[in-house]
């Protein structure tokens, strides 16, 4: 069983910069981190930004431009880069894992079966 570890989140003001990294410990061929979700307070967990099986990076329209998503080689490691951050950009973010993905689908919540704990992302003023 794939497990997921979200590290690098934190408080930050407005335009500041953070890396969220995502390390996944277990058998590979069970699930591979492949998207990053987030939830602020009272809505629903949203796709940010994923690596799909077709290896192509797909962001939801409000991060693009500013989010970069990367992995590591082995497929071990999700990275998010956030820059020029905003109030609402504040939410949990979840790495999420799976064995693949539907191109067209790797920021869609039911492609995922395996997530991690969350981290908090705090922009303010």
């Known amino acids: 069983q794939v497990v997921l570890k979200e590290s690098g989140g934190g408080s930050v003001h407005p335009g500041e910069s953070l890396r969220l990294s995502c390390t996944a410990s277990?058998?590979?061929?069970?699930?591979?981190?492949m998207a990053w979700f987030r939830q602020a307070p009272g809505l629903d967990r949203w796709g940010v930004a994923g690596?799909?099986?077709?290896?192509?990076?797909r962001y939801t329209d409000d991060v693009e431009g500013r989010f970069t998503v990367s992995k590591d080689k082995d497929n071990r490691a999700l990275y998010l880069q956030m820059d020029n951050l905003r109030v609402a950009d504040t939410a949990v973010y979840y790495c999420?894992?799976?064995?693949?993905?539907?191109?067209?689908?790797?920021?869609?919540?039911?492609?995922?079966?395996?997530w991690g704990q969350g981290i908090q992302v705090t922009v303010s003023s």
């Open positions: 999420a894992a799976a064995r693949e993905t539907r191109w067209w689908a790797v920021l869609y919540e039911s492609e995922y079966h395996i």
């Open positions: 277990g058998h590979p061929s069970d699930a591979v981190p």
């Open positions: 690596i799909g099986s077709d290896e192509n990076a």
